[in-house]
């Protein structure tokens, strides 16, 4: 089948939800992908990060083929020797005492805003259902219907509504309208570190820094996404060590899971963690043993082969 062949195939049963290049790919090795004439492309969007070690990465093949002929998959209802070691590994390497595994970025997302909600509640003291989380203009967290409710873009929210309350947004790297937006209602201010969808948008130097003071001395949790930020790809492990500062939550996915498995993180502190009681979230393939074994492999051979170093020099 021809290039157009496949897009014609793909318009009859998949919506337009994306409108794709019209390059049909069926192969990928390296920072390579080939498409079905046998052009060769260098790839420069490796899927906004989520490929960050390239394709096909024979350690990463490796851990995920001799996992999955032990044990791709469980329920939650049971413990697997998978779980507990890439915790440990994603807490070493964030500062962070606890994780709730997910699968998707978007999920992380939500994971956050019910656990910053529930702190609010039930540390913080605020009146039952009057949490409300400040968020940055023209940020980007996800697509789901409570995320795309504090979304500044027009076009992710058009006729998906009622949405849901419960969210401010304020500029981008301005510390002073932080402050100004904090009540004392507010639990969480949910922010990527640099903005990957509206550009690549760096906030002013020090703000990172500003912020974590404000929060620090409001009671108010800072949450950061480095869903894409995060893993190496700003020079750092994460994108906030270059301020030199710690949040009360981090959001981690894409890249976690090697291009191959999706597979998302909520980190932060025992003490909020905590509150998280059974039956109070879950997910059926979140913190699966082959996605485990996958991202374990992914933060070895980030840390092994200091590819945050690598992205600084590049």
């Excluded at 390296?30 to 498409?35: E, F, K, N, Q, T």
């Excluded at 390497?93 to 039930?122: C, D, L, Q």
């Excluded at 002013?204 to 790809?233: A, F, H, M, Y």
Aim: charged share 20%; with cysteine; aromatic share 8%.
């Amino acid at each position: 089948m021809s290039t157009r062949d496949f897009v014609a195939r793909e318009a009859l049963v998949c919506p337009p939800t994306y409108t794709p290049l019209p390059v049909v790919l069926c192969k990928g090795k390296g920072v390579w992908l080939w498409d079905i004439e046998g052009k060769k492309y260098l790839d420069m969007m490796t899927a906004y990060s989520a490929v960050s070690f390239g394709h096909g990465h024979p350690r990463l093949l490796k851990a995920m083929n001799h996992q999955a002929q032990k044990l791709s998959m469980v329920s939650r209802a049971f413990y697997t020797d998978q779980l507990a070691p890439l915790l440990e590994k994603a807490c070493a390497f964030s500062g962070f005492e606890m994780a709730i595994p997910m699968n998707t970025g978007a999920e992380a997302v939500e994971t956050a805003i019910k656990v910053a909600r529930r702190w609010g509640y039930e540390t913080k003291g605020i009146p039952s259902d009057q949490a409300e989380i400040i968020v940055a203009e023209n940020n980007f967290h996800g697509r789901t219907t409570t995320i795309i409710s504090f979304s500044t873009e027009r076009e992710y929210k058009r006729d998906f509504g009622p949405l849901t309350p419960g969210f401010k947004a304020i500029p981008f790297g301005n510390a002073k309208a932080l402050e100004e937006a904090i009540t004392s209602n507010t639990c969480a201010f949910l922010v990527e570190p640099i903005q990957g969808e509206a550009g690549i948008i760096v906030p002013p130097k020090g703000w990172l820094k500003e912020v974590r003071r404000i929060c620090t001395e409001k009671n108010v949790l800072l949450l950061l996404d480095e869903v894409q930020s995060g893993l190496g790809r700003t020079g750092k492990m994460f994108a906030f060590q270059h301020e030199l500062v710690q949040p009360d939550g981090l959001i981690l996915g894409k890249a976690l899971g090697g291009g191959i498995l999706p597979i998302s993180l909520f980190l932060s502190k025992r003490e909020i963690l905590s509150l998280m009681t059974p039956g109070s979230h879950g997910s059926t393939f979140g913190g699966n043993p082959l996605a485990c074994a996958v991202a374990y492999e992914a933060l070895s051979l980030l840390e092994e082969e200091h590819l945050d170093q690598r992205s600084a020099e590049l």
